[in-house]
DNA sequence: CGTAACGAACATTTTCCATGTTCGAAAGTC
DNA sequence: GACTTTCGAACATGGAAAATGTTCGTTACG
């Protein structure tokens, strides 16, 4: 079992009890206290949980979104294929818009290696790419990141899109409904997404079945607002039908 | 030995004599061949030389500013020392402009772990900040980042920068000289230092020994505009005379 | 066509990171 | 205030990953 199984199984563990001890997860995962502190620490930092003497609770039992480090870790081979096929609808020269999100982060992998010019609105894409410089040319957006997330927000950032006009948006909602349209599930963040899309001549939204008819709070627009939308065979079948009922183009991989 | 006193020995060796073979250079550090090319594919991808067959050619005779990976060698200590002076200049609570360049990547070490508003010019330097959140407050500039410098630039940074105030800018110039002013090597860059320095209240000039004295070809602007210039005891001393008799005040670490 | 250089593939060494253990200090509990 | 439990620093250990060396077939150049 690799470090990232058992803090996997640590935040399992918290979301179902709500609370646990340091030795009753020394005794699930087969490791030692030491190490349980460690990772509950690492954990912590994470804001995936708050630390008490003797063990740990969980701070995510709200409907708030879950945090970065836990959600890229959820539905990895489908974010992958959802990537591989936004990718592909990319055209080489294009002009590209990247949302935040690990769905995103995903798709920022794949464009690296292509002719491409890409603006993302996260702090761990633009990471990516300054790496490793690869053909595509990057282009940072201002703005004030918001904490582990690494979104780009703020005034900085929609004045970014204002001076600007893309090819191509990929938009990763946190909730995509064909009734209730796209939503987010922080206020600043749908700001940045309603400027981006206003911005983009096509949107491309990318999102995992999970988000197919969920709904979060901060509006965005509505569905119609995406040409093409990619997601994956988990997504509820009513809701990819009444998807395919309007404008936009919906494609399973 | 390291891998990268290595990399410096060879990048020494090329500079000195603009050229050697891969043999020469196996013999000098004492590694073997197949070692040395990986190292000259490494280093060429630095832009530090160009590989020939049988050996390889210094790129940086011409009076153009070495690469961001070979500065980040030099006068280690110095920039630690300066940097850290910097960092005692500036009050808890500030908003900091941050300039590129290796220097200021060292200032930049020691503001995460303050109470400040930081933002960098430069990816290295958000990256730093971007990855472990301390208590500083991180703003994103926009821009188009130059190559592995990292160094943000164009039209989206200087509107960043007209749209803020600072309380302190650091600048990192590559040339310092009481009578020819700041300079750059980049036109680019010297319009975005030209900028920040606009933005912000007080100016506080970080740069070791060697870049006293030294013009590069984009002029900044006067050296009056520094209020405060941090440097070390390699300074040539008539430099120095020169700044002491003008309204800058030069710390010497 | 011959020679030197190259780089892929594998073997080996070194380095670094995750984990475990121990133990003194700190925090609760009675 | 004494006792118990938890905590985390410090060091030891194991294993994975990176760096380096070696071999050998391929490629470039004269």
Redesign the interface.
């Known amino acids: 079992m690799t470090n990232t199984d058992r803090h996997g199984l640590i935040a399992q563990a918290l979301r179902e009890s709500g609370s646990a001890t340091v030795q009753d997860l020394a005794e699930l995962t087969g490791a030692s206290e030491m190490t349980i502190r460690r990772d509950l620490d690492t954990l912590a930092a994470q804001g995936v949980l708050e630390r008490v003497r003797g063990g740990a609770r969980t701070l995510l039992l709200r409907g708030e979104e879950p945090p970065f480090a836990l959600r890229a870790r959820e539905a990895v081979e489908a974010k992958r294929r959802i990537a591989a096929e936004v990718s592909s609808l990319i055209t080489d020269g294009e002009t590209v818009l990247l949302d935040s999100g690990t769905t995103c982060l995903e798709v920022a992998r794949h464009l690296r290696q292509r002719p491409v010019t890409v603006m993302p609105l996260s702090?761990q894409a633009?990471?990516l790419f300054?790496?490793t410089?690869g053909p595509a040319?990057?282009?940072?957006?201002?703005?004030?990141?918001r904490?582990?997330e690494?979104a780009?927000t703020g005034?900085?950032t929609l004045?970014?899109l204002s001076?600007l006009r893309f090819d191509t948006a990929v938009i990763g909602c946190c909730g995509v409904s064909a009734a209730e349209g796209l939503t987010a599930y922080d206020l600043d963040d749908a700001a940045v997404k309603k400027a981006g899309i206003a911005s983009a001549r096509r949107i491309i939204g990318a999102a995992d079945g999970s988000k197919l008819g969920r709904t979060a709070y901060a509006y965005v627009g509505p569905s119609a607002l995406l040409h093409t939308l990619v997601t994956d065979s988990t997504a509820p079948a009513e809701e990819v039908a009444a998807f395919e009922g309007t404008s936009t183009v919906v494609k399973t991989v």
């Open positions: 702090l633009i990471h300054g790496e410089p040319t990057l282009m940072v957006p201002g703005g004030r990141p904490a582990a690494g780009l005034p900085l004045a970014s001076a």
